[in-house]
């Protein structure tokens, strides 16, 4: 910039353009004298003087979605908080901007910026409502509990052609895997070709008739090493000789209990049970 040559009283004339600097924004005209902006306005010139231009810098935040719609950088002033964005993935809950991939250390958007950095998208999956009937395979699963780790369903109904069901201990739905805990009253009885099911090792209650009237239903078969709770008419119809099998290391009493349960439940007094 050209040092300019004034009378006393005479303003001076700020110069056009302003200076640039890259990775910084210019804040104007500074007497180092007094540390103050310099006003071309109002200040007259008394005296020799030297003008320091003042910079602030430009710091860049980068925005890494992990899979989210993309979102754009951001220039942001030394000192400055960032605008804030709007990022979105489908099936997933956003979590917040992380400035670590570990996503340990969390950024609040109301933090100066005083320095480059790079930000990180956290997401969870977005979880189903509770009562949501979802369909996995050939059975239809109902959200009993709705939670990221520790979510819970009841089997609440099936494909009408089965002949063989394994219920599973877990089951994966979407992006989040729930235990399969209970089987809900009616869950079966439009199987009418059922003829063997394996109820999984999660499965701590099975409903009024669940199994109801599945004349061709034969082969039951437990993993779970506790009895689970067994209403009235859950097993009533089923075949005049089902075979009950439990895992060897159930208990005697546990073992006890469920050969009582399926009483309760209905079944055929003729069933024979094992261990295996």
Known sequence: MASQTKKKNE?????????????FKFDGWYDKATNKKFNFKTTKITKNIALYAKWIPIYTVTFVSNGGTNVAAQK?????TITKVTVTK?????????????????FSETSKITKNIVLYAKWMPALPEKGKEITVGDLVYKITFSHASEGTVAVSGVKKSVKKV????????????????????????KA???????IGAN??????????????????????????????????????????????????????????????????????????
Not at 98 to 104: Q, S
Not at 175 to 187: G, P, R
Not at 192 to 198: A, G, I, P, T
């Open 11 to 23: 303003l001076a004339v700020e110069p056009k353009p302003a200076p640039t600097k890259t990775g």
């Open 76 to 80: 942001v002033e030394q000192n400055k």
């Open 90 to 106: 489908a099936n997933y809950i956003f979590d917040g901007w992380y400035t670590d991939k570990a996503f340990k250390n969390k």
């Open 166 to 189: 394994t219920i599973p201990p877990t089951v994966k739905i979407g992006n989040i895997t729930f235990k399969v805990t209970s089987i809900a009253s009616k869950a079966f009885t």
């Open 192 to 198: 009418k070709k059922l003829n063997k099911v394996e």
């Open 203 to 276: 499965i701590t209650k099975i409903d009024s008739k669940a199994f109801y009237n599945l004349k061709k239903l034969k082969t039951i078969t437990f993993k779970t090493l506790k009895a689970p709770k067994i209403a009235s008419k859950a097993f009533k119809g089923t075949h005049a000789k089902c075979k009950v099998t439990v895992p060897k290391k159930m208990s005697k009493k546990e073992f006890n209990k469920l050969k009582n349960n399926c009483k309760k439940g209905k079944i055929s007094k003729k069933t024979s049970y094992k261990k295996k």
